[in-house]
């Protein structure tokens, strides 16, 4: 009789597991490649995951019909039906590219780039920006990888004692995922439970994402937002950055500008990118 419990729970179990299909796949642009960190959400389930850095995803559903919408700043939002099934083939996703409009764009006597007018305003008010959020609960999907290319005789020499108790090897690509419920509350309390982790990191090394929370759980308004590096957002930041107006489009209803980060210098006090910022 308990064998037949025992085999009836295991069933039970194992169900779920069963059930659930892989819906994969990779998204990219117009020109084929990859969209890094792009973000995929299914609507029948409100639940959603982020692509890697080439543009791969992989999210496990059971069987069924789906609302599936890809997005990421600088492109078209796609939205597609999507049939999850045993035998479900991974798909390609192309985002087209946003088209930035530039006939809008004025420029001033002095021949000034209109970002500059812009960033001055956002400037002005971060602080009044990072005062804004008080608290907040969220979980967070993190997924990283770091991989060993080569030590140094020198490292390998001074450090011999640690790398040994670490087991981390040269050549080798250390891969972990987490689900973490994060409470911050401002200025700087930030609480981390880990809920899931799956790490090929050896044992002692795993848990490594725990170092991105300061990123999550930071204030981009914030005069140190960026760590050691100068934040494009605070005073000061026309003697570091360059800015140049890229153009403007509409979300729905909100209008955004897209500006470009120029460093004036090379190194890693310097960051680069895009700043989409929504007027108003």
């Avoid at 088209?99 to 780039?113: A, P, T």
């Avoid at 990072?130 to 608290?135: E, H, I, L, N, W």
């Avoid at 800015?243 to 209008?255: I, K, P, S």
Wanted: hydrophobic residues 35%.
């Amino acid at each position: 009789m308990s064998r037949f419990y025992f085999t009836l729970l295991i069933s039970f179990l194992l169900s779920p597991l069963l059930q659930a299909q892989v819906l994969r796949g990779k998204i990219t642009d117009s020109q084929q490649n990859p969209v890094p960190f792009s973000t995929v959400f299914v609507k029948e389930v409100s639940f959603g995951s982020a692509a890697n850095e080439d543009g791969q995803f992989e999210l496990h559903l059971p069987e069924g019909n789906y609302t599936c919408v890809f997005q990421s700043m600088g492109y078209q939002t796609v939205t597609r039906k999507i049939a999850v099934g045993r035998t479900s083939e991974p798909i390609v996703i192309v985002l087209p590219d946003m088209v930035y409009s530039l006939s809008e764009v004025e420029i001033s006597d002095g021949g000034e780039d209109p970002a500059y007018r812009i960033m001055r305003k956002v400037i002005r008010k971060a602080p009044l920006y990072a005062a804004m959020v008080k608290s907040f609960n969220a979980e967070v999907y993190i997924r990283g990888s770091l991989q060993i290319r080569k030590i140094s005789a020198m490292i390998k020499w001074m450090a011999r004692e640690d790398l040994k108790e670490s087991q981390i090897k040269e050549g080798e690509t250390y891969l972990e995922e987490s689900v973490n419920e994060i409470d911050f509350t401002a200025p700087n309390l930030t609480r981390q439970k880990v809920k899931s982790i799956y790490s090929t990191f050896p044992g002692g090394n795993e848990n490594r994402s725990s170092g991105a929370i300061g990123f999550i759980s930071g204030n981009i308004y914030h005069p140190n937002a960026f760590g050691n590096a100068r934040s494009p957002l605070a005073p000061g930041a026309f003697s570091y950055y360059r800015f140049r107006y890229e153009g403007v489009n509409t979300y729905g209803d909100v209008v955004v500008d897209k500006i470009k980060i120029i460093p004036r210098g090379d190194g890693p006090q310097y960051v680069s990118g895009y700043l989409y910022i929504i007027e108003g």
